[in-house]
């Protein structure tokens, strides 16, 4: 029995916002009937998204609509807010939260009171004052940016396929991706694979016609497999003829040519960045308290630190990994800790509202499986190695198993059988990003964006 009437305010509708509103609503659903709880998660986008399938939608293997989940539906206990919450007074119980309304209005925003809170922002890429980054990157962090990674490579196919210009048809070829932990190296490894597929379809664009390149600043890539597997993804990648350079960074990608720190200068018109993310910039717009790196300081029961009545988890979170051997050390930011933190973090608000004991959050990391493209893989479970087919087989399975809801899973399951039976899908919807070009076009307005792919720009 909650002792007085609760108002929860959820931070973020990704994994640790909706496994956590999905977990109090389950919970507390005498209290909530009751009007003794009242759940609120504000969210930029009224979904969730399932980010380890986004590099399989990048390849067109699962519908962008089908790696997403519809926090509406899912949270039908809870009140859904659309916007961002651009800063939080704890001290007050208020957080100021920025929606398509206040926009519109052209308020600050407006104020939401709470009782108890969960942050739950989780992280943006972590980038670099490299020059040109800002202006010709694309991250890989969201389905927008998957599907129109997927547009661009299927366009910058039909541009090298069609033009006369050597130098337009080498830079539209080359592909550079900076970063090789799983978004980056599952993302280079399922593009790839698909353009390969591609061009059997391109009358004068062959596959040794591509250059696909990884760029990595340590010695090795995909940490999450282990070291073993990270260098059995090298030599399988290197196979496949994709340049993977170790100890190399992005020095410069101005002017549309991707500068390497080993000298190396590709004029290119794809730089995807995914080296490595930092927590979400709203965290310093809180009384909070955050360690060195910017995540909130938080104790092994999720709550932050010297603090009452304020939780975190996820990507933002610092939490004792208390499985780890060496002192000090924290939960790596990826799905699995955020998964079941969610768990604990939601039982925890719980037993705080009721006066129990509060859980401890222990994982001990199990490993991970990544897939490189249609029937390939890598993975380390459990010490359990498995390349080839096994692995990216035990990858579908698994994250099958995981993406949230019945619907999803049969959703997915049911495209992956019918991509089994038909052949891949390669159709670029690159006019998708700018829906009213044409039509700004025909009633003799100016289009209010350039054509997305101008072969001038490029070299
Ligand atoms: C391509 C890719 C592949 C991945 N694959 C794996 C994998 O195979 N295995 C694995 O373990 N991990 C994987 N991860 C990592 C994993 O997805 C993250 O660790 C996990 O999503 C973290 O959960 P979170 O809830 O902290 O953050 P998120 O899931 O990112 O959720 C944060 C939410 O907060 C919202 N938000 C942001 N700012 C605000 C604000 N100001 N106000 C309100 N809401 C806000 C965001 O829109 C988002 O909905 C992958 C990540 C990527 C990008």
Redesign the pocket.
Known sequence: MVKERARILV?????????TALRLQRRLKRELGRGEAEITV????PY????????EAAAGAISPRHVVVPLRRVLDRCRVVI????AVDHAARTAT?RTPATEEEGTDGRHIEYDELVL?????ARTLPIPGLADHAIG???VEE?IGLRNHVLEQMDIASSTRDPAVRDAALTFVFVGGG??GT??LGELEDMARYATRYYHNVRPEDMKWILVEASDRILP?VGEEMGRYTVTELRRRNIDVRLETRLESCADRVAVLSDGSRFPTRTVVW?AG?KP?P?LAATDLPLNERGRLRCTAELAVQGVPHAWA?????AVPDVTAREEGRECA???????RQ?RVLGDNVVHSLRGEPLETYAHKYAG???SLGLHKGVAQIYGRKLKGYPAWFM?RTY?LSRVPTFNRKARVAAEWTLAGLFKREIVSLGSLEHPRAEFELAAGGKPSHDPPHNPKESS
């Open positions: 931070v973020g509708g990704g994994y640790v916002g909706m496994y504000v969210t930029p986008d969730m998204t399932y980010q380890p399938f986004l590099p916007g961002e919450a651009t939260v739950a922002p989780g992280s943006v890989f962090k969201t998957a799983y978004a599952e993302a999450e995914t993310v979400h709203v988890a996820g990507d933002a979170a930011p990826n799905a699995q800790h955020a998964l969610a991970s499986v990544a990858h994250h």
